[in-house]
């Protein structure tokens, strides 16, 4: 297997696209005994529950290695979705909370939007390990990149140089956790996804944010893609302004410059 640096790749990104916090590797485990050393468990280490997004936002913005399993959760949708509830039916399940809670008028169009969305079995992956990037912990599953949207159009043009695909999202406003996590490691593609209430809420995700995840083996082709695309016409961020052209002024500015004689 070739040898992956994951702290040039992360510096290399950041350094390209100027992302203000760090890109994460995110890895849905079998159980926690396997988490790194040093790595936080909220419940353990901090004495509270979180959202799954708030971990998210721990590792992207304080660099720390988050650790989760049921008990470390509180976000009923997600742990629903990430297959940590023992719901009998998580569709369904996450269609009657829709309702409930005032996204959908009816059971149908909820449990419709729920089966949309990409989930997880019932203890599938008992364990989530979120780390930056850079630290090279393990061979991500997903990796995840927030930034704004210029930043994510950036990206976005050497995922598709290496992969050939244009990105594909979808976006419920609820529970965006799963796109960018769950989706791309499900479907070994890229998704953009628009951060949710929750992000919103408890996660200090800012309104010009976006997040792109990648599937872990489109990391490498994405990094060298940034390389070389675009490159041929100047494509970088921040994106630079055109300014070889002529200017034109109003009127009355013209009629000033005839009387002076200025052109």
Not at 35 to 60: H, N, W, Y
Not at 128 to 142: H, M, Q, V
Request: aromatic share 10%; proline share 6%; charged share 20%.
């Amino acid at each position: 297997m070739e040898h992956i640096d994951y702290a040039q790749i992360s510096e290399a990104v950041r350094d390209a696209s100027r992302l203000k916090t760090l890109p994460l590797a995110v890895k849905f485990m079998e159980s926690r005994e396997a988490f790194p050393e040093k790595t936080r468990q909220p419940a353990k280490d901090l004495g509270k529950r979180v959202t799954i997004c708030q971990a998210v936002s721990m590792a992207r913005l304080y660099g720390w290695t988050i650790g989760l399993t049921k008990e470390d959760l509180i976000c009923v949708p997600a742990m629903i979705a990430f297959g940590f509830s023992g719901a009998e039916n998580i569709g369904n399940t996450l269609g009657a909370l829709f309702c409930e809670v005032g996204f959908h008028p009816e059971a149908s169009a909820a449990d419709d939007e729920a089966e949309s969305i990409c989930k997880l079995d019932n203890n599938e992956f008992p364990a989530i390990l979120i780390a930056p990037l850079f630290k090279g912990l393990f061979e991500p599953d997903t990796v995840v990149f927030y930034g704004n949207p210029a930043q994510i159009m950036r990206l976005s043009q050497a995922v598709v140089h290496a992969s050939g695909k244009r990105i594909v999202g979808s976006f419920g406003g609820k529970v965006e956790c799963t796109e960018y996590l769950i989706a791309p490691f499900k479907t070994a593609t890229a998704r953009i996804a628009i951060p949710g209430l929750g992000d919103r809420v408890f996660s200090a995700t800012q309104d010009d944010e976006l997040a792109l995840g990648i599937s872990g083996e489109l990391l490498l082709p994405m990094y060298r893609s940034l390389n070389v695309v675009g490159k041929k016409v100047g494509l970088r961020y921040p994106v630079p302004s055109y300014l070889n052209y002529q200017p034109e002024f109003p009127p009355m500015y013209k009629r000033m410059a005839e009387k002076l004689k200025l052109f």
